[in-house]
């Protein structure tokens, strides 16, 4: 018996002969074509740009003909410049999209905490008018220091009716005991 299974069994599905792309992380894949489009958005890209293609033109030009590999017209020069186009677009439409998408996750972040903030300042509020509502109720150092003002001046003006009442008791008293003596 053969370790390999049988393809004419009609019980098993026929697996068709399909070509099998390598499989890739898409986080990593998307992680590189960012770092390409970063790099293709600076200034150093632009200027190693330029000195290839000044190269490129200088060899094919100045070069002797056997030399030259890309004559006058530079038709493979163009090619390679739309070969990289093509490429570039996606990745940095690529970038774009994952930018796009960490924006939009940001986005959520902030409204969620913007949210859990309102939340708390009309918590807060809430709770400084009910503070203000309980402190209407108490008594405040101005309205004591009236209150104990007040209840100075009734004690004096008990204290001045008590010592006039005893002065005339006393004045009654000398008045009878006068009468008395003489």
Do not use: C
């Not at 996606?90 to 970038?95: E, F, K, V």
């Not at 930018?99 to 708390?120: F, I, P, S």
């Not at 809430?126 to 209407?136: D, M, P, T, V």
């Amino acid at each position: 018996m053969s370790a390999e299974p049988r393809r004419d069994r009609l019980d098993q599905p026929v697996e068709p002969g399909r070509v099998r792309l390598p499989r890739f992380n898409p986080e990593s894949f998307g992680q590189w074509s960012e770092n390409i489009a970063r790099y293709m958005g600076t200034a150093q890209f632009i200027v190693w740009m330029t000195l290839v293609i000044a190269a490129w033109f200088l060899w094919n030009i100045l070069a002797p003909a056997k030399l030259q590999f890309d004559p006058y017209t530079f038709t493979f020069l163009t090619l390679i410049l739309s070969l990289q186009a093509s490429y570039a677009a996606p990745l940095i439409l690529l970038a774009q999209n994952r930018q796009a998408d960490r924006d939009r996750l940001t986005m959520e972040e902030d409204r969620r905490r913007a949210a859990m903030q309102k939340a708390d300042t009309e918590y807060l509020a809430r709770e400084i008018a009910s503070l203000r509502i309980a402190l209407g109720e108490v008594a405040t150092r101005d309205f004591l220091r009236n209150e104990l003002a007040r209840l100075a001046d009734e004690l004096d003006e008990a204290a001045h009716r008590r010592e006039k009442r005893a002065r005339s008791e006393w004045e009654e008293d000398r008045k009878e005991w006068g009468a008395e003596r003489s």
